[in-house]
């Protein structure tokens, strides 16, 4: 369709002003809320800031004002660090919220151009094709053979044709043709906004992994109040003292409590996905980025996916003479009229690369202008599988009703003898197996009277055939291969010839290439037989949207995670059945983009891969961080509960003051320097982890134990033998404390990885941990050596020969995982070929 004839038509930008200012913007209400004080408020009930405050009034009401004054900088430095960790994740989320908003195509200031939704005013001109999403209300100025979906509307999944005056609604979808459309109400004011049904307001559910980070820190919510109440109680019985008591109840409360948790997996989720939108995939919510390690199986588009954007014309079969010829070429006057009426059944300004491909060999091979054949009747693509018709006036003034479609189709209304028939099928099988896409060409005559209320009922006459290329992008064998070593299968799944899709896949090496199933195949099956069927095939050829939904739903009840790649409206349903629905953003339709949770920006599948290597290194590093926190939060739990409870002569050496340290030091080491770590050698050379799999499952958790159990016995050693010795409690609080942070250092750089160690890790870079790890250092010898930090932490001096004990205790406590990583080499070793990505 072209521009807008009339000079009047579409909006200029003073009338985009006045409008908007009477009207209002392209948006519906957002839930009320001001962002600042909802972080303010969100910092402020955090378990952690509480429990600081309550420290706070305690050391001031009992005249300890120094400490006072320290956990009151401390809990700025929380606050601080919840408020900075938000803003980043709110600041990626925002950019990517950026990206993947919607645009519309507007008539304004006498020019085409994409116009974000939100910012489409009233009397704006707004063209919509086949796959759009309608952006406001408004009514139909010209049509062309467009059809909208109204279902959400509605309820109603049948198309509703649309011509000139028609109402259409925001919300709805573009399933066929295209049209102009004069905007008559947006935002609130269109009916979608009316009746409340917008899908942004729909809060999306937790996800597996969100639901058990919230039940774990809620269980250790709970255990870190039952431990206060036995250290307030045990103390309160010994000493008499309630301040003090509970004082030393809440330090033992802030070391259970893992807060470190939820910021880390909100982090690492935003900002995956702003990591992910660097690397050409936009997600639609940053959620899906813990998905994408676990996907199995993914099934994929042929054209612009395996195969090449653009199309050609390269071969056409006479019917006629029985005669095939090549494109470009010298082409038979019944061979051009093969390609001529190819050309009247596109339409005529196409949007679909194999019809824009028809156009460029009908106008190279018959000069003159394409669209001298006007338009004056329509039938859409329809039947399974599917064809299409147009009627034409010619500038000679005859009528010509051309059709084309698939082979199968045109033969059947065709009617043409057995024995013609079957030479048409062994030379469509013939083209499609040099991975040539087929389609039948057909003509009738005008009928005396009125046309036919279905396309099938002209008396139609087989012309010929058109064979397409389009070959398979250099890098999808790479890509397919690289699948394949990381565990997950390719399955092909197309709506071209069986023969032409099995072609490509052997091609870019599919395993499977020989194995195939047909739409009609998968449509006749019952869902037991599907579901083994659906597992050792490879090929899906002559697919339709039924079918494509129920091989995705079988796969997902065969117990694989299931992603999808699509770009049509016929490929919504199963993008929104898959796990994770993928869309192509160049040549996707804005309905597949909606369906889908995952945007390739350039059409590219090898994009794919590095979401995928994405996925899992955010996945690995989230576990790492976990697993770190965990054993952290070990010693430093037994180091203050054990001495009071076994009765040790030096007891509540550690408070609120000390543990603050700590949890200023593991915050940004778990959610800054571990999302900063590059990925393992091995993550593309394992197996998808289960969609089921957890990183506080009884494995990772007895891990994280024992490594923390290993920590806690160095610390207590070193409490235990310096208490033995008789040394003052200054001088084994510095000890055991300088202990406990030196041990936080190494098990730092042992948690990099579960399976290579420290050895290799170390020449892996990550600016911010070694800026992490110094600091702490840092902060540990200030609080040694410099007078006044020795006075609040209640420290002594002790020598250079003492801190080694504590470093030698740190690094067998928190090190003894490393010689478990030597006597058991990981995946490197198994797969030297795989690299820190």
Known sequence: MQPLPLATKGLHSEAVVRSRAANGRNVFAAANSSGGLMLVKEVVTEPMFLLLLVACALYFSMGQVAEGVTLVVALLLVAGISVYQSLRSDRALRALRELTQPRAQVWRNGVLAPVPIEELVVGDAVLVEEGGRIPADGTVDAANDFAVDEAILTGEAVPVTKMANSLIYAGTSAVSGSAWLTLTAVGEGTELGRIGHSLEAITPEKTPLQRQVAQFVGRMAWVGAGAFALVWGVNYA??????????????????????????????????????????????????????????????????????????????????????????????????????????????????????????????????????????????????????????????????????????????????????????????ALQLSGQGLRVLGVARADAPSGGYPAEQDDFNWSFLGLVALENPAKENAAAVIKTFGDAGIQVKMITGDFPETAQAIARQVGLAGADTLLTGADVLAMDETRLRQRVAGTAVFARMFPEAKLRVVNALKHNGEVVAMTGDGVNDGPALKAAHIGVAMGRRGTEVARQAASLVLVNDDLSSMVTAIAQGRRIYQNLKKAISYIVSIHIPIILTVAVPLLAGWPLANLLGPVHVIFLELVMGPTCSIAFENEPAEASQMCERPRPLTATFLGRRELGRSVAQGLGIALAVLGVYYIAMQQGRPAAEVRTLVFATLVLSNIVLTLVSRSFSQSFVRTIAVPNRLLWLMLGLTLGLLLGSLWVPAAQRLFDFAPVGAADLGWCALAALIGAGWREAYKLLKPGLAHQFPNCGFA
Request: proline share 6%; net charge negative.
């Open 238 to 427: 010994r000493s008499g003292d309630w301040a003090t008591a509970l004082l030393f109840g809440l330090t033992l409360a802030m070391s259970v409590l893992p807060e470190e948790i939820p910021v880390a997996f909100s982090s690492f989720m935003a900002l995956g996905a702003a990591r992910l939108s660097r690397a050409g995939v936009l997600t639609k919510q940053p959620q899906t980025v813990e998905s994408l390690g676990s996907a199995t199986v993914i099934c994929v588009d042929k054209t612009g996916t395996i195969t090449q954007q653009g199309m050609r014309v390269r071969q056409l079969y006479d019917g006629a003479t029985d005669e095939l010829s090549t494109v470009p070429g010298a082409l038979a006057d019944t061979a051009t009229t093969v390609l001529a009426y190819a050309r009247w059944a596109s339409e005529t300004t196409p949007f679909d690369p194999m019809e824009k491909a028809i156009v460029e060999a009908f106008a190279a091979s018959e000069p003159g202008p394409a669209d001298d054949a006007v338009l004056i009747h329509e039938y859409p693509l329809a039947g399974t599988p599917p064809m299409m018709t147009h009627v034409r006036r010619l500038p000679n003034g005859t009528v010509a009703v051309a059709a084309k479609g698939a082979v199968e189709h045109i033969l059947a209304v065709c009617r043409l003898s057995t024995k013609q028939a079957a030479r048409v099928r062994a030379v």
